[in-house]
């Protein structure tokens, strides 16, 4: 299975910025969605070592948490499958224990053998406590515990991977953050002259206390002016743009992740915030597997769907 974890060549596309009315800047994209079908872009990344490591220890299942339609939740079930792994998923929200059949993250780790422990809101912000997890190992028995968002020191060794000596040229590498891992990662891995962008997913920038468990280098900056609101927020000026970016450029986005990363990189430049003539490269991390799930969300409010 070692050879699960060989990366072919990963494309970086170069974006046409004239085609949205911008001129005198460099864009491209690292494909990482890319890397595989199921177990996708910084989830791939985050998910190899905690893997090598659970066979280290002899451990044959994971055990980790997430939301009704987590990205890792869906990468660790189809990662737990190739592996012939046990997958364990608590989940937030007992409501959701019986929509499986309508939430596609679920049911599509349920079928790659995923079992899940549904608990309430209260109960899931605990998760990191040790009367919480000692209750899961009495319940589940003996488990590899992969964090909600897998970020730990396994995944940000991980992500350094992602740059690689050709991305040295770049001005600025531009991720969406979420935990805060893959963007330890990348500032890690970045050289001297880079700059980090980080656009968060999430209101505010809390992240950065994170980020400095895993790396001592300050070339970074978080950026939440594009949450939209928060996780899992939308409205139609971001589906609008979603749809636009890829009836131009060819290229899916995410509603979550990089669907607001693009939209922020698009509006700095026009505003002005990058020097003349950067060269910008923006992480596409996957997690195009939760449209369906948006789009199903969307419709309920009468919005206009991902396309």
């Known amino acids: 299975m070692d050879d699960f974890w060989q990366t072919s060549y990963i494309p970086t596309e170069k974006i046409d910025l004239s085609a949205f009315g911008i001129g005198g800047f460099s864009l491209f994209i690292k494909r990482e969605d890319l890397l595989h079908p199921f177990v996708s872009g910084n989830k791939f ?7 090598e490591s659970a066979q280290l220890q002899s451990k044959d299942t994971l055990l980790t948490f997430g939301g009704a339609f987590s990205n890792h939740i869906a990468a660790t079930a189809a990662a737990g499958k190739e592996f012939e792994m046990k997958t364990i998923g608590i989940i937030r929200g007992e409501e959701l224990a019986d929509k499986i059949g309508e939430n596609p993250t679920l049911t599509f780790a349920q079928n790659c053998g995923m ?20 209750d899961l190992k009495e319940k589940f028995g ?54 980090i962008l980080g656009f968060s997913a999430l209101n505010g920038i809390f992240q950065s206390e994170g980020i400095k468990k895993y790396t001592s280098k300050r070339n970074y900056k978080l950026i939440d002016s594009y949450c939209f609101g928060g996780y899992g927020k939308i409205e139609k000026n971001l589906v609008r743009f979603i749809n636009d970016f ?24 026009k505003i002005g915030y990058f020097s003349e003539n950067s060269r910008i490269l923006a992480v596409h991390t996957g997690g ?9 969300v969307l419709k309920r409010k009468k919005l206009p769907l991902i396309e």
């Open 45 to 51: 990344r985050k998910l190899k070592y905690n893997i």
């Open 115 to 134: 079992q899940f422990h549904f608990v309430s809101r209260e109960t899931y912000r605990q998760k990191e406590t040790s009367w919480f997890l000692n």
């Open 142 to 195: 003996d488990f590899y515990l992969v964090p909600e968002g897998g970020t730990n020191s396994f995944a940000v060794k991980g992500c350094t991977e992602i740059l690689d000596v050709q991305d040295k040229i770049y001005d600025y590498v531009c991720v969406p953050v979420g935990t805060g891992g893959t963007i330890a990662g990348l500032i890690e891995a970045s050289g001297e002259n880079q700059n």
């Open 246 to 269: 890829r009836s131009i450029t060819g290229i899916p986005l995410d509603p979550v992740y990089t669907g607001k990363m693009l939209f922020g990189i698009m509006d700095l430049l």
């Open 288 to 296: 195009l597997q939760g449209v369906a799930g948006m789009n199903a």
